[in-house]
């Protein structure tokens, strides 16, 4: 996980809650991922939407894309398809991903950038390995994370923004055991570059061997603790997240996680975590694949328009053998 290492006695650093007589959040539940297989078939881990957790509100999914470590012509992405009502955030830590979509935008994400892209009304687009990873093979490893949008902001125009590893805020905890990169939202008055349509914080944490991470957080925010790789616990109470799983906090204060003193060799700089929480929303939730509504007509409504061509189309010159628009976007 390349993703911006440094050292911690060389950043910011938060300050301890505890200082300030905040008391801490209780864990509330650990939830299992389930694996399958996302696009043209690649490998992920979901935390949710599943049976057991249908959202984190305002998130609606959470994927774990790897790590894999492809074999020459092994690596695989996703056909073109559609998305409205709600944001993708991608974050790549291992590897590279191409972009490209129906209104001429692209590029590429590779080693600690984010893909931030605000389906809004409509768009289509597709994001595949670049050749030379299909030919040669090589470590893959990233997430997606879905955001819901609000009523009054679902059929906002689509843009992105393009954040890259340089612009990430990158705090560490109090005492320097944990390695904070500040996507979106704010830590202790340090801002990460997301620029948000609903209040949330998303963050990458590399917890040490043993270490102990203690951080002020909003009342108003949920508060998640994603294991990406590597073992701890979460709450003053150790309540453990492994790898693969989402550990949910109570209502409350500050939060507090704790990376376990013996870590898997691949995870030997510390316990891999993403950070999350956000203000729900708390509207009404109508999803039917890549479209995310407030009701089913509203549903309806996104898939003619898909289907007539109201989202865009793919350009002749950039329509890869691997999809095309008018397939079903659910299969």
Do not use: C
Not at 76 to 92: A, D, L, M, Q, S
């Amino acid at each position: 996980m390349p993703a911006i290492y440094v050292d911690t006695l060389s950043v910011p650093r938060l300050s301890n809650p505890e200082l300030y007589g905040r008391g801490f959040r209780k864990a509330h539940k650990v939830f299992d991922s389930v694996s399958t297989l996302e696009g043209e078939g690649f490998p992920v881990r979901r935390p949710f939407p599943t049976a057991r957790l249908s959202q984190a509100d305002p998130f609606l999914l959470l994927d774990q894309m790897g790590a894999v470590d492809y074999g020459p012509g092994e690596a695989k992405g996703t056909p073109w398809h559609p998305h409205r009502g709600f944001e993708t955030v991608t974050y790549i830590m291992d590897g590279v991903m191409e972009h490209r979509d129906s209104i001429g935008g692209g590029g590429v994400i590779t080693n600690g950038d984010t893909q931030w892209m605000t389906a809004g009304a409509g768009i289509l687009h597709i994001e595949t390995p670049p050749e030379w990873l299909v030919v040669k093979g090589g470590l893959f490893h990233g997430v997606q994370l879905w955001v819901n949008l609000p009523a009054h902001q679902k059929m906002t125009a689509p843009k992105y923004q393009d954040i890259h590893s340089s612009d990430l805020g990158i705090v560490s905890s109090y005492d320097g055991g944990g390695l904070i990169r500040v996507i979106a939202g704010e830590l202790g008055g340090h801002k990460g570059p997301g620029m948000t349509q609903t209040p949330i914080i998303y963050a990458h944490v590399t917890v040490a061997p043993g270490a102990r991470v203690a951080i002020d957080w909003p009342d108003d925010h949920n508060a998640m603790v994603y294991a990406l790789a590597g073992s701890g616990s979460i709450s003053e109470e150790r309540v453990a997240v492994g790898e693969g799983q989402l550990g949910v906090f109570e209502r409350g204060g500050a939060i507090s996680f704790t990376a376990d003193v013996t870590q898997p060799a691949y995870a030997s700089a510390g316990w891999e975590v993403l950070l999350l929480g956000g203000v729900p929303i708390s509207e009404p939730v109508a999803r039917y694949g890549p479209f995310v509504m407030n009701t089913r007509d509203e549903l309806v409504k996104a898939y003619e328009d898909f289907q007539s061509g109201r989202m865009g189309h793919i350009p002749a010159e950039k329509i890869p053998h691997r999809g095309a628009a008018d397939e079903d976007p659910i299969n």
